[in-house]
C-alpha cells in the first residue's frame, strides 16, 4: 500500500491491566506483536493529552518493532481494552444519509434537506467503552439488540468554533466501533424528546487505533475508502465502503462538534453506521436490513440478535492484511 508523505504511521493499543484506564502498547504493523512503553507515557490518554513531544518517540518504538530490533510480547487482541477504556467525550454522527434516508422512508417520512448540510450526531455514554471481545451484556433479547459498524476518529484538542479546514490536523488516530443498539427502546426515548440513554448500551472498539498516515492511499479527504466486513454469526451480513458514500467527512464532523465547545484531547467522533446506495454491499446494521425489507415487501423479516449471537467487524487493506485487528463480540444476558 502507497504510504503518505510524513511516514508517521503507528498502531496503538491499551491491554487491560489492573488500572481502568490500562496500559498503553505499541503495535506492529501484522497485529502479532507488542511493547508497552511505560517509559514514555503509560496510557493513551496520557499520550493524547502531550501527543507532540511523545509521538516522536512512539515512533521509534513502532519502527523497531517491525524491525524485530526490540523485546516484545505477543499481541493477544482478546487482552486489548477499548484504545480508551474510558473516554472524556464520545459523539456519533450520521454521515451515511443511505442509511438514515431507508430508515426514514420505511415509517413514510421523507430526508429533510437540512440534513444535506447539517450533520446529525448524538452524545452518547463515555464512562465504560468495551474491548474488542467483550461480550455485549443485555438484560432482556426482547429489547431489541442490533449492532452497528462504524468507523471511529480519535482527536487531540481541538479550538472552538474550528474550520472545516482546520479541523482535519486533529484528527490523530482512526479506529472501527460497533455502536450497540437497542432498537425497541430507542422510539420511546426520541419520543420525549430529549435524546438517547437507554437505548445506547456501551459501544465496541477495535483493538488497535491507527494513525492517519497508516491507511496510505485509503485514507483521502479524511475519509476511510475501505470496505467494513460485516459477519453475524460466521455469515457475511455486509462490506458496504466506508468511503463512497459519506456525505460529512470526518474534518467536517469535528467542526460540527465543535460549533459551540472546545474539545478535549481524547474525543472520539464516530461515523454513524457504514452505509452505501448499493444494496449489493450488503449491510452494516440489522434494522436498515429491516427497513429495506419492509420498503420492498411490506414487513420486516430478519430478527434481531438473541444471546450466543456473534458479531465479527474487520476492515482489510488492499492486500488482505487487518488493519485494525477484529471486533468479535458475543452476546450474553446480564449477569
Given at each position: 500500500?502507497?504510504?503518505?508523505?510524513?511516514?508517521?504511521?503507528?498502531?496503538?493499543?491499551?491491554?487491560?491491566?489492573?488500572?481502568?484506564?490500562?496500559?498503553?502498547?505499541?503495535?506492529?504493523?501484522?497485529?502479532?506483536?507488542?511493547?508497552?512503553?511505560?517509559?514514555?507515557?503509560?496510557?493513551?490518554?496520557?499520550?493524547?493529552?502531550?501527543?507532540?513531544?511523545?509521538?516522536?518517540?512512539?515512533?521509534?518504538v513502532y519502527r523497531a518493532l517491525n524491525a524485530g530490533d526490540?523485546?516484545?510480547?505477543?499481541?493477544?487482541?482478546?487482552?486489548?481494552?477499548?484504545?480508551?477504556?474510558?473516554?472524556?467525550?464520545?459523539?456519533?454522527?450520521?454521515?451515511?444519509?443511505?442509511?438514515?434516508?431507508?430508515?426514514?422512508?420505511?415509517?413514510?417520512?421523507?430526508?429533510?434537506?437540512?440534513?444535506?448540510?447539517?450533520?446529525?450526531?448524538?452524545?452518547?455514554?463515555?464512562?465504560?467503552?468495551?474491548?474488542p471481545c467483550d461480550p455485549v451484556e443485555v438484560a432482556s433479547?426482547?429489547?431489541?439488540?442490533?449492532?452497528?459498524?462504524?468507523?471511529?476518529?480519535?482527536?487531540?484538542?481541538?479550538?472552538?468554533?474550528?474550520?472545516?479546514?482546520?479541523?482535519?490536523?486533529?484528527?490523530?488516530?482512526?479506529?472501527?466501533?460497533?455502536?450497540?443498539?437497542?432498537?425497541?427502546?430507542?422510539?420511546?426515548?426520541?419520543?420525549?424528546?430529549?435524546?438517547?440513554?437507554?437505548?445506547?448500551?456501551?459501544?465496541a472498539f477495535s483493538p488497535v487505533a491507527v494513525t492517519p498516515?497508516?491507511?496510505?492511499?485509503?485514507?483521502?479527504?479524511?475519509?476511510?475508502?475501505?470496505?467494513?466486513?460485516?459477519?453475524?454469526?460466521?455469515?457475511?451480513?455486509?462490506?458496504?465502503?466506508?468511503?463512497?458514500?459519506?456525505?460529512?467527512?470526518?474534518?467536517?464532523?469535528?467542526?460540527?462538534?465543535?460549533?459551540?465547545?472546545?474539545?478535549?484531547?481524547?474525543?472520539?467522533?464516530?461515523?454513524?453506521?457504514?452505509?452505501?446506495?448499493?444494496?449489493?454491499?450488503?449491510?452494516?446494521?440489522?434494522?436498515?436490513?429491516?427497513?429495506?425489507?419492509?420498503?420492498?415487501?411490506?414487513?420486516?423479516?430478519?430478527?434481531?440478535?438473541?444471546?450466543?449471537?456473534?458479531?465479527?467487524?474487520?476492515?482489510?487493506?488492499?492486500?488482505?492484511?487487518?488493519?485494525?485487528?477484529?471486533?468479535?463480540?458475543?452476546?450474553?444476558?446480564?449477569?
Amino acid at each position: 500500500m502507497a504510504r503518505l508523505c510524513g511516514f508517521l504511521e503507528m498502531k496503538l493499543a491499551t491491554l487491560k491491566s489492573d488500572s481502568r484506564d490500562g496500559s498503553l502498547a505499541v503495535v506492529n504493523r501484522d497485529l502479532t506483536r507488542a511493547k508497552t512503553v511505560p517509559g514514555i507515557v503509560p496510557t493513551l490518554q496520557d499520550a493524547l493529552d502531550d501527543w507532540a513531544g511523545v509521538e516522536p518517540q512512539l515512533l521509534r518504538v513502532y519502527r523497531a518493532l517491525n524491525a524485530g530490533d526490540c523485546e516484545a510480547i505477543p499481541f493477544d487482541p482478546c487482552r486489548a481494552a477499548a484504545p480508551l477504556p474510558r473516554a472524556y467525550q464520545w459523539l456519533d454522527g450520521s454521515a451515511y444519509l443511505s442509511h438514515v434516508e431507508r430508515v426514514r422512508k420505511a415509517r413514510g417520512a421523507d430526508l429533510p434537506k437540512s440534513l444535506l448540510d447539517d450533520p446529525l450526531m448524538y452524545q452518547g455514554a463515555s464512562d465504560v467503552m468495551l474491548g474488542p471481545c467483550d461480550p455485549v451484556e443485555v438484560a432482556s433479547e426482547s429489547w431489541g439488540i442490533d449492532f452497528e459498524a462504524e468507523v471511529g476518529v480519535i482527536t487531540d484538542d481541538v479550538e472552538y468554533g474550528i474550520s472545516i479546514d482546520k479541523a482535519a490536523a486533529h484528527i490523530k488516530l482512526v479506529l472501527l466501533i460497533n455502536d450497540v443498539s437497542l432498537r425497541h427502546l430507542i422510539p420511546g426515548e426520541l419520543a420525549k424528546g430529549f435524546g438517547f440513554l437507554h437505548g445506547k448500551p456501551a459501544s465496541a472498539f477495535s483493538p488497535v487505533a491507527v494513525t492517519p498516515d497508516e491507511l496510505g492511499a485509503a485514507w483521502q479527504d479524511s475519509r476511510l475508502h475501505l470496505p467494513l466486513t460485516v459477519h453475524w454469526n460466521g455469515h457475511l451480513f455486509g462490506e458496504a465502503n466506508a468511503g463512497s458514500d459519506m456525505q460529512f467527512n470526518f474534518a467536517r464532523l469535528i467542526a460540527h462538534a465543535a460549533k459551540s465547545r472546545k474539545l478535549t484531547a481524547g474525543t472520539i467522533i464516530g461515523s454513524g453506521t457504514v452505509s452505501n446506495y448499493d444494496l449489493t454491499t450488503g449491510y452494516s446494521c440489522i434494522v436498515e436490513k429491516r427497513v429495506v425489507e419492509i420498503i420492498e415487501t411490506g414487513a420486516a423479516a430478519t430478527e434481531f440478535m438473541r444471546f450466543g449471537d456473534r458479531i465479527r467487524i474487520e476492515m482489510q487493506d488492499r492486500q488482505g492484511q487487518s488493519i485494525f485487528g477484529a471486533i468479535e463480540q458475543e452476546v450474553r444476558p446480564c449477569r
